[in-house]
């Protein structure tokens, strides 16, 4: 069974911080990491992913992710947070372990970030 | 590419009436989920389909919902007959196998309204 959490419903951040939105995950294999965006009245836009390899995953608009394989955790981070960061951010993962799973991303409840100006 | 079409954007309905969602996936991709959004329950996977057969529908709520999708380049999602607590977002997702495994693509999302 593969499941996610992201344990803050909310983050707020002054615009020019760095931010950090958390998400710890369990598999029964080896997981498949992504980040999601949702910007209000839109679909998901997907932001990064780790599969394999460098636990440093860069993506979309200066985002990074950390994969913390002891920690069970892919914390999503930024260096200098701007307000259009503003938005909802889902964690999600996928079991490499396959079987009926295969294919199949389960989502966290998702993370409100607010950046204020 | 245009990415993932999803008709229509919004859908107000009356309590009992028969609703149709519609999904046009990206060309090439052969997995296609159907997911609702809604404030108390998050986003949940419904149904998803790889090479347009349904492999899971654990996540449909009752037998009010059906998916199906006759081809590899549409999909439809029915609630028949509609109740207020369908009111949702509605989203379609698409990806593909091989290169970039598992990368889901969503479209914009049906706004559902039940009165």
């Known amino acids: 069974a593969q499941s996610v959490a992201q344990p803050e419903d909310q983050v707020n951040v002054a615009e020019g911080n760095p931010l950090t939105v958390k998400c710890t995950y369990s598999v029964s294999g080896n997981p498949y990491l992504f980040w999601y965006v949702q910007y209000p009245n839109r679909g998901l836009q997907f932001l990064l992913k780790?599969?394999?390899?460098?636990?440093l995953v860069k993506g979309s608009y200066g985002f990074e992710a950390e994969f913390n394989k002891s920690q069970t955790s892919f914390h999503l981070k930024k260096p200098s947070a701007l307000v259009s960061d503003s938005a909802l951010y889902f964690c999600a993962v996928r079991d490499d372990a396959g079987g009926t799973s295969y294919g199949k991303l389960t989502f966290g409840q998702g993370t409100i970030l607010t950046v204020h100006p | 590419d245009a990415g993932v079409i999803q008709s229509p954007r919004h859908e107000v309905t009356e309590m009992g009436q028969e609703v149709t969602l519609r999904c046009k996936p990206i060309s090439g991709h052969d997995y296609l989920f159907w997911y609702r959004q809604t404030m108390m329950r998050g986003l949940e996977l419904l149904i998803y389909?790889?090479?347009?057969?349904?492999?899971?529908d654990s996540g449909m709520p009752e037998d009010r919902f059906s998916a199906k999708m006759p081809n590899a380049s549409f999909s439809t999602l029915k609630i028949q007959p509609s109740e207020p607590r369908d009111s949702a977002v509605y989203f379609c997702?698409?990806?593909?196998?091989?290169?970039?495994?598992?990368?889901?693509?969503f479209g914009p999302g049906t706004r559902l309204t039940v009165l």
């Open positions: 997702a698409s990806s593909r196998t091989g290169l970039n495994t598992d990368t889901q693509y």
């Open positions: 389909f790889n090479n347009n057969v349904p492999i899971d």
């Open positions: 780790y599969i394999t390899g460098d636990n």
